[in-house]
């Protein structure tokens, strides 16, 4: 069984701050990796995936994640927060067969200060 | 490009009450999900269909069917509402492959009295 743990509910910082979201994952094969960003009252748009390539990984929005086997982990940053960034960030891990479901973590929100 | 369309975007039920949840995708995906979203639990997958006329329980599946009748669409029936089940409903879809994201509608708010 698959699990996803974010790592703080709520995160703070001010604006032009580093930003870092944790995310630790467990999996009984390697696994495929994505994080999701949602904006008040609108749906998950994909920021970036992790698919056995390049282990950091580029996404938009000047967000990425690096992932590191050996702490099954997958946290993602930004070097500098913008108040756009406002929103609940959310990581998952997919099974990798043929149905592809996706486990989510319990998300977490970031809040951004001027 | 509409990508995956729900409706409706917001209902309210009474107990015992039945509905039907709609989504709709035209991006010709195989695959498609229903979530549902609770505060503080991340989204949880209620049921799933790896292509037409297939259909699979996920995680929280009691209280819920689903048809897959057409390709483009996937239906998420409530036969009896209940409190428990006033919630945010995703749709997702997505292509084949497990490296491929899963594309997400804007969500249907329900709620049950």
């Known amino acids: 069984a698959q699990s996803v743990t974010q790592l703080g509910s709520h995160v703070s910082v001010s604006e032009g701050a580093l930003v870092l979201l944790r995310c630790n994952y467990s999996s009984s094969v390697p696994p495929y990796l994505f994080w999701y960003v949602q904006y008040p009252n609108q749906g998950l748009q994909l920021l970036l995936k992790y698919t056995s390539a390049a282990t950091l990984v580029k996404g938009i929005n000047g967000f990425e994640a690096e992932f590191k086997k050996s702490e099954t982990s997958f946290h993602l940053t930004k070097p500098s927060a913008h108040m756009s960034d406002a929103a609940e960030y959310f990581c998952a891990v997919s099974d990798r067969s043929g149905y592809s479901t996706l486990t989510f973590g319990k998300g977490t929100m970031l809040l951004v200060s001027p | 490009n509409a990508g995956v369309t729900q409706t409706p975007k917001f209902r309210v039920l009474k107990t015992g009450q039945s509905m039907t949840l709609l989504c709709a995708q035209d991006?010709?995906?195989?695959?498609m999900y229903w979530y549902r979203q609770d505060p503080g639990m991340g989204l949880r997958l209620i049921h799933y269909s790896v292509g037409e006329g297939t259909t699979a329980k996920g995680e929280v599946p009691d209280g819920y069917n689903v048809s897959r009748l057409k390709k483009q669409n996937f239906l998420l029936g409530l036969e009896s509402a209940a409190p428990s089940q006033t919630s945010v409903y995703f749709c997702a879809s997505k292509d084949r492959g497990s490296n491929q994201p899963q594309h997400f509608g804007d969500g249907t708010r329900l709620s049950i009295l």
């Open positions: 991006m010709n995906h195989e695959y």
